[in-house]
């Protein structure tokens, strides 16, 4: 028998977490604005990156102040864009943000739209991006669904779908929508199952005796929901890159393909002589996506110049400011640390 979408009663749940949060919300800057544009950037920063980290070590604050609008974002360059990112990895994102910039000004004269469809038609826009930006930015009973909702969710409706299946995503975003369509208060609404799944109702060990919504709650064994779909396995892949400074500077690669397009690297190893490397400087590992990179650093082999036009040295007074990706900052640093390679005065 298919689970009822509706039970328990949304209206009733959705009164207790909006109460709940006017009382226990926490303070964050993106809660104190209905500025469209700080709320995108505080959704897409922390898409994949820990509050602690887009807070605590400025990223936001940093950000709002060199881009403080869509304006400014979009006359920015692709580099500056980058290099305000670097940190917080997946470039992807701080690339969709200045395209979305560019279109919010090209389509809609700098103003950012209101109709929920208008928003999920700007490029690298999803549906949890524009049901925030629409609840948060204007009050719209659009929904959210993302990891902590979905714990919360499955776990109040004691569903045991697996929550990334397309039968489960589709109930998620229906009771999340039964919520926002029961409050007039859909911005708090979309905050409290935020701060719910964030706080209370946490992967191991939930705390029950202090949620808003114990009493209307089916989950029998929170604990071991919610269920997802078979992981994909961890690949371990092998990097070979060079260290070739010169008083130029550094050699360095930009990058062409989809996911870094426009960083800088440290170049990979020509393929003629990856059969027999030269010696290596530095080995290193890094996890990106599904795989887990061992990151070789050789020294540069006498035959590899003249180097492709993808290639450039970089002065050591430009380094600090090239966009480049956290792994390779960090083998460059550790190069550099070391007195063999410290550049003479
Ligand atoms: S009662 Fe427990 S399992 Fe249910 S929503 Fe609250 S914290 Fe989560």
């Known amino acids: 028998m298919p689970a009822r979408i509706n039970t328990p009663d949304p209206a009733r749940m959705a009164t207790s977490l909006v109460e709940w949060f006017s009382q226990h919300g926490r303070d964050y800057p993106w809660r104190r604005t209905r500025d469209p544009y700080a709320i995108l950037v505080s959704e897409v920063m922390l898409q994949q990156t820990q509050i602690a980290t887009v807070l605590g070590r400025g990223y936001y604050a940093r950000w709002l102040e060199q881009f403080p609008d869509f304006q400014t974002l979009a006359s920015a360059g692709e580099e500056a864009v980058l290099k305000a990112w670097e940190g917080l990895g997946y470039y992807r994102r701080a690339r969709n943000l200045h395209c979305l910039a560019k279109s919010v000004l090209e389509q809609h004269g700098g103003v950012f739209p209101q109709a929920h469809a208008a928003i999920l038609a700007l490029p690298g826009i999803g549906p949890y991006t524009a049901g925030a930006v629409a609840s948060f930015a204007f009050g719209q009973a659009q929904p959210i669904v993302d990891g902590n909702i979905a714990r919360v969710l499955a776990r109040i409706h004691n569903d045991a779908t697996p929550v990334d299946s397309t039968a489960g995503t589709k109930r998620l975003w229906e009771r999340a929508k039964a919520l926002v369509d029961a409050t007039a208060d859909p911005r708090s609404l979309n905050s409290a199952l935020m701060e719910l799944g964030q706080t209370h109702c946490t992967p191991t060990k939930p705390a029950c005796e202090l949620c808003p919504v114990r009493d209307q709650c089916r989950a029998t064994k929170p604990e071991s929901l919610p269920i997802k779909q078979a992981r994909q396995e961890i690949t371990a892949v092998t990097e070979r890159v060079i260290f070739m400074r010169t008083s130029q500077g550094v050699l360095l690669e930009q990058e062409t393909g989809k996911r870094r397009t426009g960083l800088w690297k440290l170049p990979a190893l020509p393929s003629a002589h990856e059969d027999k490397p030269p010696p290596v400087l530095l080995k290193t590992q890094y996890g990106i996506t599904r795989y887990k990179v061992t990151l070789w650093v050789h020294e540069p082999?006498?035959?590899?110049?003249?180097?492709?036009?993808?290639?450039?040295?970089?002065?050591?007074?430009?380094?600090?400011?090239t966009p480049m990706p956290t792994p390779y900052r960090h083998a460059l640093r550790q190069l550099l640390q070391r007195g063999e390679f410290r550049l003479d005065a």
């Open 301 to 321: 082999h006498d035959s590899q110049v003249p180097w492709p036009g993808t290639h450039r040295f970089i002065t050591f007074d430009e380094l600090e400011s």
